[in-house]
């Protein structure tokens, strides 16, 4: 068993492209190795802003789980799951929106920034508002520890944490606690319960983190520890009551610098992409047509890498030498563009080589696509109803 569990959701929002492979699919295929890891497709979140087209939402889901397949990202060792298939995130966030405060939600960055740049859109609903709180019931539902996410989502890690932390101070207070904590401190048996105290102690007076640290990680190899004393033995030591609810920390991936067609990031909004799954013709042509220094008029012209859109994409996948090969022969004009072109288009097809050949396995067969979606919804279903009886049982809604 692995001691982190990796959570991450994607919205569909139709073919992916290199910017997503890049940015984010290498790192989910990286993780799956090193970390128990869940991946999710985001469909309620991608209704929140696409409430009157939810038509386009189905093929937009297939469609993005081959490209995580065809990326690697491989469901023997992860679960992929749909999160409208399993409804206890909406339970969960609808249980978290009782002691949700309106103003976090106000507060939360990307709900204005979305609100203007959408404007075309009415966002003005109470779905659009929760969405970070949507959110929230994702990551907590899986008591997910770490969450991969690029820079513009950190408010919202930031807003499960506390979201985390006061559904904990509401509902984790129960008669007895302390006694009930150092009876489970106990038996951890003496030696763990020494180092227990001691991490404990120090970090309550000495604010020392990696203390803290420590103790949740002695927490987490315990395997015969009960829920309940987990919940009380993780409480206990930042607090007085119980951890239901425990608070992930936001893994920050470094953000992608996959540049597009025309030297600006690669993006859908920009026209400037290249799917993970080009045909490799459109590969071939999109590359040969792209602008060039605009200073290399004829072939005899020197140019400036410094001023082509080319030049990103060879530091994006050119060896040192080849690009030694093109600073020299564009600056004297040594080589010509489709020339210096021609390896950044042979490296594109190589990459996305493996990718279109597990891709073509799923589009000849898509019950397999089917079958493990299916097999990632009941894990995932499994885990998440083990939290939402937690979390009914501490708001009192566990009667029959
Ligand atoms: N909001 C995320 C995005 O736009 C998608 C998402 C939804 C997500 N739920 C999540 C990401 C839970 C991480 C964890 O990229
Ligand atoms: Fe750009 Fe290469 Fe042409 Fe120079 S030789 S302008 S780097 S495409």
Same mark, same amino acid.
């Given at each position: $068993?692995?001691? =982190?569990?990796?959570?991450?959701?994607?919205?569909?929002?139709?073919?992916?492209?290199?910017? #997503? %492979?890049?940015?984010?699919?290498?790192?989910?295929?990286? $993780?799956?190795? =090193?970390?128990?890891?869940?991946?999710?497709?985001?469909?309620?979140?991608?209704?929140?802003? #696409? %409430?009157?087209t939810p038509h386009m939402i189905e093929q937009s889901v297939w469609d993005m789980v081959v490209d995580w397949l065809a990326a690697g990202v491989n469901p023997a060792r992860s679960t992929l799951f749909i999160q409208s298939k399993v409804p206890e995130h909406a339970e969960l966030h609808l249980l978290l929106s009782m002691i949700t405060p309106l103003g976090w939600l106000e507060r939360v960055p990307t709900y204005k920034d979305q609100q203007e740049k959408l404007s075309e859109k009415d966002l003005s609903t109470y779905g659009f508002l929760g969405y970070p709180l949507l959110q929230s019931a994702d990551i907590l539902i899986y008591r997910s520890t770490q969450v991969p996410v690029g820079d513009d989502?950190?408010?919202?890690?930031?807003?499960?944490?506390?979201?985390?932390?006061?559904?904990?101070?509401?509902?984790?207070?129960?008669?007895?606690?302390?006694?009930?904590?150092?009876?489970?401190?106990?038996?951890?048996?003496?030696?763990?319960?020494?180092?227990?105290?001691?991490?404990?102690?120090?970090?309550?007076?000495?604010?020392?983190?990696?203390?803290?640290?420590?103790a949740k990680s002695l927490l987490e190899e315990q395997q015969s520890l009960s829920h309940g004393d987990r919940e009380r033995l993780f409480g206990y030591l930042e607090g007085s009551g119980k951890m239901i609810l425990s608070e992930p920390r936001a893994m920050l991936t470094a953000a992608s610098k996959m540049p597009g067609l025309d030297g600006q990031k690669m993006s859908k909004s920009y026209n400037n992409i290249i799917t993970l799954r080009e045909d490799e013709n459109n590969v071939s042509k999109k590359i040969r047509t792209m602008p060039t220094d605009p200073a290399r008029i004829r072939r005899t012209d020197p140019g400036d890498p410094d001023k082509c859109p080319v030049w990103p994409l060879h530091q994006v996948y050119s060896s040192e030498d080849m690009k030694q090969w093109v600073m020299k022969g564009c600056k004297s004009a040594g080589i010509g563009c489709i020339e210096c072109k021609q390896p950044v288009i042979d490296a594109v097809l190589e990459e996305q080589r493996p990718m279109r050949e597990r891709?073509?396995?799923?589009?000849?067969?898509?019950?397999?696509?089917?079958?493990?979606?299916?097999?990632?919804?009941?894990?995932?279903?499994?885990?998440?109803?083990?939290?939402?009886?937690?979390?009914r049982e501490a708001m009192g809604l566990d009667y029959s």
């Open positions: $068993m692995f001691a =982190e569990r990796v959570l991450s959701g994607m919205r569909p929002t139709g073919n992916l492209h290199l910017g #997503h %492979y890049h940015g984010v699919l290498k790192n989910w295929v990286k $993780m799956q190795d =090193e970390y128990e890891c869940l991946f999710f497709v985001a469909d309620w979140h991608a209704l929140t802003t #696409h %409430y009157d989502q950190v408010p919202h890690i930031e807003f499960t944490r506390e979201i985390a932390r006061r559904f904990n101070h509401i509902y984790g207070r129960e008669p007895g606690f302390e006694e009930k904590a150092e009876a489970a401190v106990r038996r951890l048996g003496s030696k763990k319960a020494k180092l227990y105290f001691e991490l404990r102690t120090r970090y309550q007076e000495q604010g020392d983190i990696d203390a803290l640290e420590s891709a073509q396995l799923y589009l000849d067969d898509p019950t397999l696509v089917r079958n493990i979606i299916a097999d990632g919804c009941e894990k995932a279903r499994k885990l998440a109803s083990e939290t939402m009886r937690d979390v």
